[in-house]
């Protein structure tokens, strides 16, 4: 049976994880997060312990785990073969960011949430898409409420051309626009491409000066579609860590090191419920969608999630965030735990 290590406080870590000190900041680089002094037996400690049990006891499969707290990580570990510098491709969890640069594109000017989608591609107008998308605005690419009664990313990346905007335009929408949430991994490619279309750059290049370099990610990547746009909705790979610095961004309303990086106008606007979601699995699911963020069960917490359990959980009230990810289909499951045994000592 493979040994965890689980850290609770500033000592060396997992494996040959070095630490220095950093203007008195115990830390990996200087880049990294914080690592707080919490005492061994502190709830939060034992909260952990608890949380962690209950993890092996569920049997799920779990691959790394981060708390932040007050802005400082309380606990942290990685089960083997995992090690905190491995990057994960976190799914849907991509959406997050994805959003992320449309919000800071807005901040720039050079979008705004109620344009209509086809005015950024001109040269895809024809009668029939006017018809089909005409009334389609970047709201409803956010919210998910393009309209489709079905999920249309299978026939999108199935494109014998390669050209997933035009089969994305050429998809039929059945309902106004919205009026209904359908989960749309297709709706976020097109976000990713409007924010190409408006820059001239990858969503991924976009936000390396704007997001990315500010917050210490070094090393991201992002699939492309086969004409060069990043995925959007899917293929970001990221270390844990990474995950927690996203999310304490989101938790600060846009400040990072006092600097501020994205307008809290816009983190309040992308993170609560604009549409509901009665028919999606599990309970956490169905309390309403953002700007591709989940509001949770919780009073306040919102999360970013991916496929196979990634998560990047924010807590305001409990001025905390979780970081998880996971080769886990029990995604429930994993958030029943969260909220039975870390909520209540945060």
Not at 40 to 65: G, P
Not at 115 to 134: A, C
Request: net charge negative.
């Amino acid at each position: 049976m493979h040994q965890i290590v689980v850290v609770v406080h500033a000592q060396p870590c997992y494996h040959e994880r070095k630490w220095q000190e950093v203007g008195g900041i115990v830390s990996m680089t200087t880049a990294a997060l914080p690592r707080s002094k919490v005492k061994d037996q502190s709830r939060v400690a034992l909260s952990v312990e608890s949380f962690l049990e209950a993890v092996r006891r569920e049997e799920l499969n779990l691959q790394s785990f981060m708390l932040l707290h007050h802005g400082e990580v309380a606990a942290e570990t990685w089960w083997p073969p995992y090690q905190p510098n491995d990057q994960y491709h976190v799914f849907s969890l991509s959406k997050s960011f994805c959003s992320t640069a449309v919000g800071l594109a807005a901040q720039e000017g050079l979008l705004s949430v109620d344009d209509l989608v086809l005015d950024y591609f001109p040269s895809y107008r024809t009668p029939d898409i006017e018809r089909n998308m005409g009334e389609l605005r970047i709201r409803h690419l956010l919210t998910m409420s393009t309209g489709h009664t079905q999920d249309p990313t299978g026939a999108i990346r199935n494109a014998a051309d390669g050209d997933w905007v035009r089969a994305f335009f050429e998809s039929p929408i059945e309902a106004a626009p919205g009026s209904l949430f359908v989960y749309n991994s297709g709706a976020t490619y097109m976000l990713s491409a409007i924010v190409q279309a408006v820059t001239g750059q990858t969503t991924l290049e976009y936000l390396q000066p704007r997001l990315l370099k500010p917050l210490g990610i070094e090393q991201a990547t992002w699939e492309m579609c086969p004409r060069g746009i990043n995925t959007g909705g899917w293929g970001l790979r990221v270390t844990t860590e990474d995950i927690a610095k996203f999310g304490l961004l989101y938790l600060r309303k846009g400040l990072w090191q006092g600097q501020r990086l994205i307008s809290e106008a816009w983190i309040e606007a992308a993170t609560v419920a604009h549409i509901p979601t009665p028919t999606e699995n599990g309970i956490d699911k169905r309390q309403g969608y953002g700007y591709q963020f989940w509001r949770c069960q919780p009073n306040g917490v919102y999360c970013g999630r991916g496929m196979k359990g990634q998560f990047c959980i924010v807590l305001p009230e409990q001025d905390a965030v979780i970081a998880i990810t996971s080769d886990e289909n029990r995604m429930q499951l994993i958030l029943d735990q969260v909220w039975e045994h870390l909520l209540p000592a945060l």
